[in-house]
């Protein structure tokens, strides 16, 4: 079985404009990805939505888990002598920790969690 991916140029799309929840102070460049075949395409990748996907990570799901609270609820079921030797050494792997500004805005997220949330005091 097959999948087809259909792109649309932007004037069949309806709008390349964020959703007003994503508007803001964002200077994120848009991508344009080309793609053979027998004609020219490219795929477009608005700066806005390249900005905000990482906000998944700290938005969370359905029962409100995000990155931040995955890594602190690890460190609460280790042992109490570990904690801190464990939580000094979090460490950020892959493709996502390579976005811009994302371990800042995890160490942030993670010590006002922290700070404010009494699941972790």
């Known amino acids: 079985e097959s999948t087809d991916i259909i792109l649309k140029s932007p004037a069949e799309t309806q709008s390349s404009s964020p959703p007003k929840l994503y508007t803001g102070d964002d200077d994120t460049a848009d991508m ?7 004609t020219y395409r490219a795929l477009q990748i608005p700066g806005w939505i390249r900005s905000r996907v990482s906000e998944i990570l700290f938005d969370g799901d359905e029962d409100g888990d995000n990155i931040v609270t995955i890594t602190l609820q690890s460190l609460k079921q280790s042992e109490i002598d570990l ?17 811009p ?21």
């Open 83 to 99: 904690r801190m030797d464990l939580a000094r050494n979090v460490t950020l792997i892959g493709g996502l920790a390579e976005i």
């Open 101 to 121: 500004g994302m371990r800042r805005r995890f160490l942030q997220e993670l010590k006002t969690s922290i700070e404010t949330d009494k699941r972790w005091s």
């Open 32 to 38: 344009h990805y080309p793609i053979s075949g027998k």
